[in-house]
């Protein structure tokens, strides 16, 4: 998996922020950068064009942004688990759907039920999920999961 930008104002904002000389202005100019892109920026993957509108002023997205993955093992060994087996994906903490739409992307077979706890991660994770028309495959609850109530 290497997610990159698809729009040219994409990749612009990710040499300009990850792989520019630092230099005085940097960074109020990247300040206004990501007012500009407060509604996200669409990445791709080639391999299975899974497609995510990532927040830049998250953490994790901000990380995929710059080196093109999160969790890159883990997102492997996933996938051959997964394989061509039909049956159900469980993601808990599915945050934007990093997992949910790379594994159900992959395998045409496979159903996914995710489930997060925050509020901006799923409405993040529901905008990812019609972005890759993957709503007839995906349960989804905006709940914790606990021993105890």
Do not use: W
């Not at 892109?37 to 927040?55: A, H, M, P, S, W």
């Not at 993955?69 to 759907?97: M, P, Q, T």
Request: net charge positive.
């Amino acid at each position: 998996m290497k997610l990159h930008p698809k729009s040219f104002t994409g990749k612009l904002y990710k040499f300009y922020t990850y792989d520019f000389v630092q230099h005085p202005g940097k960074n109020r100019v990247v300040s206004i950068l990501k007012r500009f892109f407060k509604n996200g920026i669409e990445v791709i993957d080639d391999e299975t064009q899974t497609r995510y509108i990532l927040n830049i002023n998250d953490l994790l997205c901000s990380i995929i942004l710059k080196y093109g993955h999160y969790e890159e093992y883990s997102i492997k060994i996933a996938r051959e688990i997964c394989g061509d087996n039909d049956g159900y994906f469980l993601d808990v903490g599915a945050n934007f759907g990093l997992y949910t739409c790379y594994l159900l992307s992959a395998n045409p077979k496979l159903k996914s039920i995710s489930l997060d706890a925050s509020y901006i991660a799923f409405a993040q994770l529901l905008t990812n999920i019609n972005l890759n028309k993957l709503n007839n495959r995906v349960q989804l609850s905006n709940t914790a999961l606990s021993d105890s109530y």
